[in-house]
């Protein structure tokens, strides 16, 4: 396929297309790249090291999960220090904590931390969201030496939101079951997005929906899944839904569809449009819009994908995902749509005991 191996090069070692002291590495999807964008940054989004790590131990508790702990394993390795700054945006303890670690340990990428609302559904939150990207955008153009224009956050506006229609179309044509990229290729393509240069990034993602829509086809009809959850970015559990017979319509995970749904205004100022689509923007457990808001959300992504199942994929000691899970799989229940929860973890377990469940589960779909 056209540029994924590219695209998979620079998820394995985004120094080697990004350099570092142009780089602003963030943790979390809630990160307004624009405001980096339009400083002359890179926004990378840190994935951390995989497998078990010998540094982040003597930092961080057994029960955070493998996610965090790869990060910090990264940066004590060395393997940041040469960016420009690192952002985190306030989200679960765990990262607030990373974020402790991170300020009295790790030498070298400048340090801010962007402490966003918890409760998104209300005016005074709006002020407060306001206030903090004002404050994050004046420290971003501190650090670069150069004012940020209306113009140039207009123009890194333009550019997410094209990046952002072209990955919506892309899984229009999985959910239409017609797209010729893998379940793990269609990921590498998203996760690329989160750290490559993103002018030469929608340069290769326009040349790939045209190549796509020129080569759709029909797949073999195989059960329907949904996948939700928080960020994954193990791509052996794709194989293994794929190995196992179904097919992956849809997805709710701040490394899927909730870092592309939602466009950014462009018809008001762009630091209010900034804030508007924060607030706008489909949640994850650790934000709030509402009792059921979230839930009713998934559940009518479940419907339009015409999904049979639905995936749950959380990681070890994610608290918010796990605390969630419970009224998710009622929610879903009472709708007639079954539930697979799988918990994950740096290093995977077996492969082969990931593809079993799936394999039960998908022939649990069938018989029904």
């Not at 940054?41 to 930092?59: E, I, M, N, Q, W």
């Not at 904590?97 to 030498?107: A, F, H, Q, V």
């Not at 994610?318 to 740096?346: M, S, T, Y």
Request: with cysteine; net charge neutral; proline share 6%.
């Amino acid at each position: 396929m056209i540029h994924l191996k590219k695209m998979e090069k620079a998820i394995a070692s985004p120094f080697d297309f990004v350099p570092e002291e142009r780089a602003v590495g963030y943790v979390c999807s809630y990160l307004p790249e624009e405001i980096v964008l339009a400083a002359g940054y890179t926004p990378v989004r840190l994935f951390g090291v995989g497998g078990d790590g010998t540094k982040a131990p003597s930092h961080l508790q057994t029960y955070a999960c493998s996610l965090v702990r790869g990060i910090l394993e990264e940066a004590l390795s060395g393997r940041t220090e040469k960016m420009a700054a690192v952002v985190f945006p306030d989200a679960c303890d765990t990262i607030r904590r990373l974020s402790d670690i991170w300020r009295m340990n790790i030498r070298g990428p400048h340090h801010l931390d962007l402490v966003l609302p918890v409760k998104l559904n209300t005016k005074s939150a709006e002020i407060y969201t306001a206030h903090i990207l004002k404050r994050f955008l004046d420290e971003i153009s501190s650090l670069a030496g150069v004012p940020i224009s209306q113009n140039s956050l207009k123009e890194a506006i333009a550019l997410m939101n094209e990046i952002r229609e072209i990955l919506a179309h892309i899984d229009h044509l999985r959910a239409r079951g017609v797209l010729g990229l893998s379940t793990r290729d269609y990921y590498t393509v998203l996760r690329a997005a989160m750290v490559m240069d993103r002018y030469e990034y929608v340069q290769m993602l326009r040349e790939m929906h045209d190549h796509l829509r020129e080569t759709e086809r029909e797949k073999p009809k195989k059960p329907r899944l949904f996948i939700a959850g928080g960020m994954c970015k193990l791509p052996e559990i794709f194989d293994a839904i794929e190995e196992a017979g179904g097919s992956v319509v849809g997805d709710d995970l701040c490394s899927g569809t909730r870092y592309f749904s939602t466009p950014c205004r462009t018809d008001i100022d762009p630091l209010k449009a900034l804030v508007k689509r924060i607030h706008a923007r489909p949640v994850c457990p650790a934000k709030h819009q509402g009792l059921m808001n979230r839930f009713d959300h998934i559940s009518r992504r479940v419907e339009e994908t015409h999904a049979q199942g639905v995936i749950i994929l959380v990681y070890k000691f994610c608290d918010p995902h796990a605390f969630d899970f419970p009224d998710l799989k009622k929610n879903l229940a009472q709708r007639g749509v079954p539930v697979l929860l799988l918990e994950i973890e740096d290093p995977l377990p077996s492969q082969g005991q990931i593809r079993t469940r799936c394999e039960a589960f998908i022939e649990m779909i069938d018989k029904g």
